[in-house]
T-cell receptor, first 115, second 112 residues
Framework: EAGVVQSPRYKIIEKKQPVAFWCNPI?????LYWYLQNLGQGPELLIR????????DSQLPKDRFSAERLKGVDSTLKIQPAELGDSAVYLC?????????????FGPGTRLTVL | GESVGLHLPTLSVQEGDNSIINCAYS??????FIWYKQESGKGPQFIID?????DKRQGQRVTVLLNKTVKHLSLQIAATQPGDSAVYFC???????????FGQGTELSVKP
């Protein structure tokens, strides 16, 4: 079974530029998560989707971050404009259903460097 | 606020020895506790979890112990191997539909 796929794996941009990350969850997984992980820290939830609905976006900085999951499968996370402090790893995870958040499968992440 | 934290940021062990990684949590209402392993350049990988109504659970070479009295969680790895070198995170979840809260992480280094 294929795992969670993320692209790109690495991205280097200059501050104030836009950037987008893509995630393809495990087939059949209705719940999708985006996390931010700073160096040496645990992942922090940015947004959680159940199918195409964002059910928890309370930690998403909405002035510059946006996300979508239009058909309830793939998802895109965007930052516009990026700031130096956005340098981090952005992880996508999925789980089979909303009541199994303890069973999350993570992708490899996208490492973003903002110069 | 609620938090999950680790006592030791780094742990170095000899190959073949047993490893113990500790974690303190503060939300006594959490229902699940989970250990993740994260290797360099990869996402966290599930190792083992334990429900709050249990105090011990064993997997292959790993054992998780939960002490609710002192809000302490530990991961024991038997016969530690070089492939166990990674950062280990504990995480808690209030209920199966709730948010996963991660701790800071402990880096395990296995010396050959």
């Amino acid at each position: 079974e294929a795992g969670v796929v993320q692209s790109p794996r690495y991205k280097i941009i200059e501050k104030k530029q836009p950037v987008a990350f893509w995630c393809n969850p495990i087939s059949g997984h209705n719940t999708l998560y985006w996390y931010l992980q700073n160096l040496g820290q645990g992942p922090e939830l940015l947004i959680r989707y159940e199918n195409e609905e964002a059910v928890d976006d309370s930690q998403l900085p909405k002035d510059r971050f946006s996300a979508e999951r239009l058909k309830g499968v793939d998802s895109t996370l965007k930052i516009q404009p990026a700031e130096l402090g956005d340098s981090a790893v952005y992880l996508c995870a999925s789980s089979p259903d909303p009541d199994r958040n303890n069973e999350q499968f993570f992708g490899p992440g996208t490492r973003l460097t903002v110069l | 606020g609620e938090s999950v934290g680790l006592h030791l940021p780094t742990l170095s062990v000899q190959e073949g020895d047993n490893s113990i990684i500790n974690c303190a949590y503060s939300n006594s209402a959490s229902d699940y506790f989970i250990w993740y392993k994260q290797e360099s350049g990869k996402g966290p990988q599930f190792i083992i979890d334990i429900r709050s109504n249990m105090d011990k659970r064993q997997g292959q070479r790993v054992t998780v112990l939960l002490n609710k009295t002192v809000k302490h969680l530990s991961l024991q790895i038997a016969a530690t191997q070089p492939g166990d070198s990674a950062v280990y995170f504990c995480a808690e979840i209030f209920n199966q539909g709730g948010k996963l809260i991660f701790g800071q992480g402990t880096e395990l280094s296995v010396k050959p």
